[in-house]
């Protein structure tokens, strides 16, 4: 197992999503699942979405807007081709979340600082919740991804900081 997969393994075994973590899964399809095949499909379509990476200063509001609608299309067709009960609860709460912060995004003024740093908010709280949901999925299901940024992206925000 490599190292991604060894701490997020760890990170995935801590988490619980929508009342859901690794340790629901283990009774689940052995590896090459369906379902598996299709996460490894989503994991592939989210490593191009630079609004998943980008920094605050190259954001655009209508850019990031389309693209998060685009995230959110992607992952209710992923809902709907997925069997597992656990797998469909997660995706649920994601999909929750992105309306939420996709609502506030439209309802934001982008043309102030203030208004470009509440876009920005939002869109670290998809990011976050994302990112969670790609930590739960990969140590579910081991799946490793290849693209070094999405191995970064989910390592840095899977995990929030204690206060």
Request: aromatic content about 6%.
């Amino acid at each position: 197992m490599g190292l991604f997969l060894d701490i997020i393994s760890v990170v995935g075994s801590a988490a619980s999503i929508a009342g859901v973590s690794v340790k629901d899964f283990l009774a689940r399809a052995p590896t090459g699942s369906p379902d598996e095949i299709e996460i490894e499909k989503y994991i592939r379509f989210l490593e191009g979405r630079e609004v998943l990476f980008a920094g605050m200063d190259d954001e655009v509001q209508t850019a990031v807007i389309r693209s998060l609608e685009q995230i959110k299309q992607e992952t209710e067709q992923l809902r709907n081709r997925c069997s597992d009960e656990q797998v469909l609860t997660i995706l649920l709460s994601l999909l929750l979340t992105m309306s939420k912060e996709l609502q506030r995004l439209h309802g934001i003024d982008a043309s102030t600082p203030q208004g470009q740093y509440k876009m920005y908010l939002a869109l670290q709280g998809v990011r976050f919740e994302l990112a969670r949901v790609l930590a739960l999925l990969c140590a579910a299901f081991h799946i490793d991804p290849q693209n070094p940024r999405m191995r970064k992206f989910i390592l840095n925000f899977a995990v929030r900081p204690r206060r």
